[in-house]
């Protein structure tokens, strides 16, 4: 699910107040009961999902590795008390744990892609509360309240060049500006934590964090075929502003992913409004 372009153009006060409006709209209501289904007695229904990775950038041991598609169970009371806990929510593990919880392999969420992991929570939205996802953005231009929809049953993956990946799972690049050739990997929502976790250390010890820096040390495999930490950390430091623009490109071109976004236009301003469909804590709640 790719960002929301542009969204900072909107007055933060706003911004705010919507959603304020957005979060008293859902607390309002409770959540649907939804029809147990019971796992005592017979084997809870399964479907399978495309994994928009189609298993490349796993690693040689992993289950998922070189996998099209996975199977994953419906959901059950037990995922609707995951979705409800306030523990899971406040630790920010909920997805984590329903993932874990609906696939019949057994995987650590971390080691995932996100772009699978968006697969994964897509369908269980689909098969659980149905394929029609209401949501409401406001008009960039007007601050209009949109509300929109999509059909989950609709979505794609996003076409990645799949020619390009490497034997060893990684994608080679030479960048334009210091001619280096670069190896990087796709990161694992693991990965991505830890990129998140170092640079909220180094606010705590005071120091200025450059997320840009994180990101590229734990992506780059190797530099001129030299993989050693010492190379890479030296390189992602004093990295020139166009091959790091360059680098950033080429790994949203390379990350496979699930088509999420949208394009609604506005009713009052004809403005069109194009984005990534908001997901949130919401995203397991119907309208039905
Ligand atoms: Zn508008």
């Not at 372009?5 to 859902?26: A, C, N, S, V, Y």
């Not at 959901?75 to 979705?83: C, G």
């Not at 996003?158 to 060893?168: E, G, R, S």
Request: charged share 25%.
């Amino acid at each position: 699910m790719r960002n929301n372009e542009g969204r900072t153009q909107i007055p933060p006060e706003l911004l705010d107040q919507f959603m304020k409006q957005q979060e008293e709209k859902f607390t309002k209501q409770p959540p649907p009961q939804q029809q147990p289904m019971t796992t005592t007695g017979y084997q809870v229904p399964t479907d399978f999902v495309e994994l928009p990775s189609k298993g490349l950038f796993y690693p040689e041991n992993h289950p998922w590795r070189n996998k099209e598609k996975i199977e994953v169970r419906y959901m059950t009371t037990k995922e609707e008390d995951i979705l409800s806990s306030e523990a899971y929510a406040k630790a920010g593990v909920m997805f984590d744990r329903l993932i874990e919880s609906v696939t019949i392999d057994r995987v650590d969420s971390t080691t995932l892609l996100p772009g699978d992991r968006n697969a994964i929570l897509i369908n269980a939205r689909k098969n659980s509360y149905g394929s029609n996802y209401n949501f409401a953005i406001l008009c960039l231009n007007c601050y209009e309240n949109l509300e929109c929809s999509v059909d989950l049953a609709d979505l794609q993956s996003i076409q990645v060049d799949l020619d390009k990946v490497t034997d060893n799972n990684t994608v080679s690049v030479e960048l334009p500006a210091s001619k280096k050739q670069v190896e990087f990997k796709i990161m694992t929502s693991g990965d991505i934590n830890q990129v998140t976790k170092s640079t909220e250390q180094q606010k705590k010890h005071g120091i200025q964090p450059n997320e840009s820096v994180e990101l590229h040390r734990r992506m780059i495999v190797s530099i001129d075929g030299d993989n050693s930490p010492t190379t890479i950390n030296t390189f992602v430091q004093t990295m020139l502003l166009k091959d790091s623009r360059f680098l950033k490109s080429q790994y949203v071109k390379f990350s496979p992913d699930v088509d999420f976004s949208y394009e609604k236009k506005c009713e009052k301003c004809d403005h069109l409004n194009k984005g990534g469909v908001p997901v949130g804590a919401n995203f397991f709640w119907s309208d039905e």
